[in-house]
């Protein structure tokens, strides 16, 4: 049974940081792209970041581009979320996901396969 849980949420200042981990289980986690996501009340779940299998390409939402950091341990099995200068706007629960599909990473929900019960994150102004 595969499961992804996510940890590291809370409550932070505007301008302050907190770092998301994802640990992975009952998956081939090296053969897996993985992405994060957040869903905001009353809006759409939206893209983050993304991570190749090999940790060789990531992708950022221009939002985040520049202030978050995806990273991945295959030793592990976690994928990580360093988020830097946070705004009230990025108030979300935030979710991992692993897709086989895309192993190279990708950027839609429907390319996932697999997802976390997500982890709240809250920032105030």
């Known amino acids: 049974q595969v499961q992804l849980v996510e940890s590291g949420g809370g409550l932070v200042q505007a301008g302050g940081s907190l770092k998301l981990s994802c640990a992975a289980s009952?998956?081939?986690?090296?053969?897996?792209?993985m992405g994060w996501f957040r869903q905001a009340p009353g809006k759409e779940r939206e893209f983050v970041a993304a991570i190749s299998w090999s940790g060789g390409w990531t992708y950022y939402a221009d939002s985040v581009k520049g202030r978050f950091t995806i990273s991945r341990d295959n030793a592990q099995n976690t994928v990580y979320l360093q988020m830097n200068n946070l705004n009230p706007e990025d108030t979300a629960v935030y979710y991992c996901?692993?897709?086989?599909?895309?192993?190279?990473?990708?950027?839609?929900?429907?390319?996932?396969?697999?997802w976390g019960q997500g982890t709240q994150v809250t920032v105030s102004s």
């Open positions: 009952g998956l081939m986690f090296s053969r897996h792209g």
């Open positions: 996901a692993a897709t086989a599909k895309f192993p190279s990473g990708a950027t839609h929900t429907l390319h996932y396969d697999y």
